[in-house]
C-alpha cells in the first residue's frame, strides 16, 4: 500500500471506531481481515496512526473545528507525525486509493490557525471533560503536563527473568533490537517507541522469550512487585493475579522458596498463568481457582497479601487510548465498589503483623488514596505504613521520584517516572495485642 491509501485505511478505521463505539483493537482486526492484501508493515502503520489520534483526540478536533474520523488522521499526521501538508498532498495526489484531497479549511487548521495554548485546560492535557475537575484537583498545576505524557507512545518494557537468566545476558540476546537497561526496575529491559511509521519488534518470536528468559511487563508493574519486598520462604496472596504479570514477577524476587497463592474471581484471567509459570519455572506458584469460599484455610496465614484492584485503567491510557474516551462516571463508580469489595475480601488473609499492598493501574484520587482512607476509617486493625521510604529503599533517593498527595503512599505516572500510571499503599496488620489496646 502507499501512504495515500494508509491515510485513507486510518480514516475508515477510526470512523468505526468513533462512529460505531467499536474498540480500536477489533476495529483494526475487522479491516485487516477485510483487506488482506495489506502487508504487516502496512497493518503497522494505519494502527499508529490510529492509535496516535486517540490519544490526541480532544486537542485536534478543537484545532480542526472537527472530531471526525478524517480532520482526526489529518491532525495527526501534522501535529504528531511531523508530515507537512505538502507530503500530505503529494501522497493524496500519488495515490488512487487515497482520500480526497485537503480543502482550503482543512489547509488552514493545519497550518495553526488556533493556538492550542488558548485551549481549555482538559482540551490541551487530553483528558475527557467530565473527569478533568478531579484529576486536576489531584495533580494541580502538573495537571496538563501529566496530562500530556499520556500521549506518548509507550515503549516495550520487558523484564529479565531471575529464575531463568540476568538482565546482561537477556539484553545480549535482544541486541538487534536495541535494548537498554531500565533506568528505576533493575531487571527491566526498555525498547522505546519511535513515532510516525516506526514499529516494535514481535518479541513473542524470540528463543529468549519462547524459553521464560523474559516476560513482557511494564517497568510500573515490575516496579510496584518489587515494593512488595517478597522475600524467600515468605507464604504470599496474589489476590486479583488475573494473568498473572506481578506473581511472576514475586516468584522470582522469592527464589523459587515460599508459595505464592494466585487467585482471582474470574478464572479465564487465571487460565494464562499456568503455562506462563511453567514457561518462566516458576515452581512455587499455587493457583487458587474460584470460588473464595474455597480459601478459608488461608485465612490469617499469609505474610504479604498483595491486591491489584480492578480500575479505570486509566494509567495505562497511553497503551489502550480509546478506552479513555469510553470510559464514563457509572463506568468509575462501578470499579470503585469492586475495589472497596476486593480490600475487605483479601483483609482476611494478613496474618497480624502482616502486610496488605494496595495497587491501581489507575491515576485518579478516588480509586486511590480515597479508597485506602475509607479502608483504614472502616478497619482500624490496619494501618498505613510509608510507600516513600520502601520506595527509597528499594530504588534509591537519587534516581526519579513518584507522585505522592500525602507523603506515604505513592503515584508512579509517564511524567514523573516515565512508566504506565501506578498506585501503590502499604498497609500492616496490626499484632492481636495491639489492637486490644
Same mark, same amino acid.
Not at 513482557?216 to 496472596?237: C, N, T
Given at each position: 500500500m502507499k501512504f495515500g491509501g494508509r491515510i485513507q485505511a486510518a480514516i475508515e478505521v477510526l470512523n468505526d471506531v468513533i462512529e460505531q463505539h467499536t474498540p480500536a483493537t477489533e476495529a483494526l482486526r475487522d479491516w485487516g481481515k477485510k483487506h488482506r492484501f495489506a502487508g504487516s508493515k502496512d497493518r503497522a502503520a494505519i494502527g499508529g496512526l490510529v492509535h496516535d489520534a486517540l490519544r490526541r483526540k480532544s486537542s485536534i478536533a478543537w484545532r480542526m473545528e472537527d472530531d471526525g474520523a478524517r480532520a482526526l488522521v489529518f491532525g495527526t499526521l501534522v501535529w504528531a507525525w511531523d508530515e507537512s501538508i505538502e507530503a500530505i498532498e503529494t501522497a493524496i495526489a500519488d495515490d488512487d486509493h487515497g482520500p480526497e484531497p485537503l480543502h482550503d479549511g482543512e489547509k488552514k487548521a493545519l497550518s495553526g490557525a488556533k493556538d492550542l495554548n488558548h485551549a481549555p485546560e482538559w482540551i490541551q492535557a487530553d483528558i475527557p471533560e467530565w473527569v478533568w475537575p478531579s484529576f486536576a484537583n489531584n !495533580? &494541580?498545576?502538573?495537571?496538563?503536563?501529566?496530562?500530556?505524557?499520556?500521549?506518548?507512545?509507550?515503549?516495550?518494557?520487558?523484564?529479565?527473568?531471575?529464575?531463568?537468566?540476568?538482565?546482561?545476558?537477556?539484553?545480549?540476546?535482544?541486541?538487534?533490537?536495541? %535494548?537498554?537497561?531500565?533506568?528505576?526496575?533493575?531487571? &527491566?529491559?526498555?525498547?522505546?517507541?519511535?513515532?510516525?511509521?516506526?514499529?516494535? %519488534?514481535?518479541?513473542?518470536?524470540?528463543?529468549?522469550?519462547?524459553?521464560?528468559?523474559?516476560?513482557?511487563?511494564?517497568?510500573?508493574?515490575?516496579?510496584?512487585?518489587?515494593?512488595?519486598?517478597?522475600? %524467600?520462604?515468605?507464604?504470599?496472596?496474589?489476590? =486479583?493475579?488475573?494473568?498473572?504479570?506481578?506473581?511472576?514477577?514475586?516468584? &522470582?524476587?522469592?527464589?523459587?522458596?515460599?508459595?505464592?497463592?494466585? !487467585?482471582?474471581?474470574?478464572?479465564?484471567?487465571?487460565?494464562?498463568?499456568?503455562?506462563?509459570? @511453567?514457561?518462566?519455572?516458576?515452581?512455587?506458584?499455587? @493457583?487458587?481457582? %474460584?470460588?473464595?469460599?474455597?480459601?478459608?484455610?488461608?485465612?490469617?496465614?499469609?505474610?504479604?497479601?498483595?491486591?491489584?484492584?480492578? =480500575?479505570?485503567?486509566?494509567?495505562?491510557?497511553?497503551?489502550?487510548?480509546?478506552?479513555?474516551?469510553?470510559?464514563?462516571p457509572e463506568t468509575l463508580e462501578v470499579r470503585l465498589k469492586e475495589q472497596h469489595i476486593v480490600l475487605n475480601q483479601a483483609k482476611i488473609y494478613v496474618k497480624p503483623g502482616g502486610l496488605m499492598f494496595y495497587v491501581t493501574c489507575s491515576m485518579f484520587a478516588e480509586e486511590n488514596e480515597g479508597q485506602i482512607y475509607t479502608f483504614l476509617d472502616e478497619n482500624p486493625e490496619f494501618e498505613l505504613l510509608s510507600a516513600g521510604e520502601v520506595w527509597e529503599d528499594k530504588i534509591g533517593v537519587d534516581k526519579a521520584k513518584p507522585w505522592s498527595e500525602d507523603g506515604l503512599t505513592v503515584t508512579l505516572t509517564p511524567a514523573s517516572t516515565n512508566t504506565d500510571g501506578f498506585f501503590f499503599a502499604v498497609m500492616e496488620r496490626k499484632q492481636e495485642q495491639e489492637k486490644a489496646k
Open positions: !495533580y &494541580g498545576e502538573d495537571a496538563i503536563a501529566e496530562g500530556q505524557a499520556l500521549l506518548k507512545r509507550p515503549p516495550l518494557d520487558l523484564r529479565a527473568n531471575k529464575l531463568k537468566t540476568t538482565q546482561a545476558d537477556a539484553l545480549e540476546q535482544l541486541s538487534e533490537f536495541g %535494548p537498554i537497561s531500565c533506568t528505576l526496575a533493575p531487571n &527491566g529491559i526498555r525498547i522505546e517507541a519511535g513515532m510516525g511509521l516506526a514499529r516494535l %519488534p514481535n518479541i513473542q518470536a524470540e528463543p529468549v522469550f519462547l524459553t521464560g528468559g523474559i516476560e513482557i511487563q511494564d517497568e510500573g508493574s515490575q516496579l510496584v512487585a518489587l515494593l512488595v519486598d517478597a522475600q %524467600p520462604g515468605e507464604k504470599i496472596m496474589d489476590f =486479583c493475579a488475573g494473568g498473572g504479570g506481578k506473581t511472576l514477577a514475586l516468584a &522470582g524476587d522469592m527464589g523459587g522458596e515460599g508459595k505464592i497463592f494466585a !487467585y482471582d474471581v474470574d478464572k479465564r484471567r487465571l487460565a494464562p498463568l499456568y503455562q506462563r509459570a @511453567m514457561r518462566a519455572g516458576a515452581q512455587n506458584v499455587n @493457583m487458587c481457582q %474460584p470460588p473464595l469460599s474455597k480459601w478459608g484455610k488461608l485465612m490469617k496465614k499469609m505474610d504479604r497479601v498483595l491486591v491489584d484492584a480492578p =480500575c479505570s485503567g486509566s494509567g495505562t491510557w497511553r497503551r489502550k487510548p480509546d478506552a479513555k474516551w469510553r470510559l464514563s
